[in-house]
């Protein structure tokens, strides 16, 4: 069996991405996602702010995506999440489901 991990992560849809109903320009997205990293990186808890402004349905997870191995996500996402070490949040990825802050749990 291959090396799992075990990430969260905040998604910040916007109107065109991939399943998104979201009203919000590519633009405006990239400016929330950059002010949330910035609030994660002074210290606000990420699970929290994924509840608070994420996208995705694992929101209410804190994010939470559980375990999962390599090639399981689009590949902008898989190679970033199995980049970090435990603990560490990534800078801003864009996906063609929009944009995204991960944080490697595992």
């Given at each position: 069996m291959s090396a799992q991990i075990r990430a969260a992560h905040i998604l910040l849809m916007y109107k065109g991405s991939m399943r998104s109903q979201s009203t919000r320009t590519k633009d405006e997205a990239l400016s929330a996602?950059?002010?949330i990293l910035?609030?994660?990186r002074e210290g606000a808890d990420f699970?929290?702010?994924a509840k608070e402004y994420?996208?995705?349905?694992?929101?209410e997870e804190g994010g939470d995506l559980g375990h999962f191995g390599p090639g399981a996500m689009v590949p902008e996402f898989d190679?970033?999440?199995f980049a970090l070490?435990?603990?560490?949040?990534?800078g801003v990825i864009e996906t063609s489901f929009g944009y995204h802050l991960i944080h490697r749990v595992e």
């Amino acid at each position: 069996m291959s090396a799992q991990i075990r990430a969260a992560h905040i998604l910040l849809m916007y109107k065109g991405s991939m399943r998104s109903q979201s009203t919000r320009t590519k633009d405006e997205a990239l400016s929330a996602i950059t002010e949330i990293l910035d609030e994660i990186r002074e210290g606000a808890d990420f699970g929290q702010m994924a509840k608070e402004y994420s996208d995705c349905p694992s929101a209410e997870e804190g994010g939470d995506l559980g375990h999962f191995g390599p090639g399981a996500m689009v590949p902008e996402f898989d190679s970033a999440a199995f980049a970090l070490a435990v603990g560490e949040v990534s800078g801003v990825i864009e996906t063609s489901f929009g944009y995204h802050l991960i944080h490697r749990v595992e």
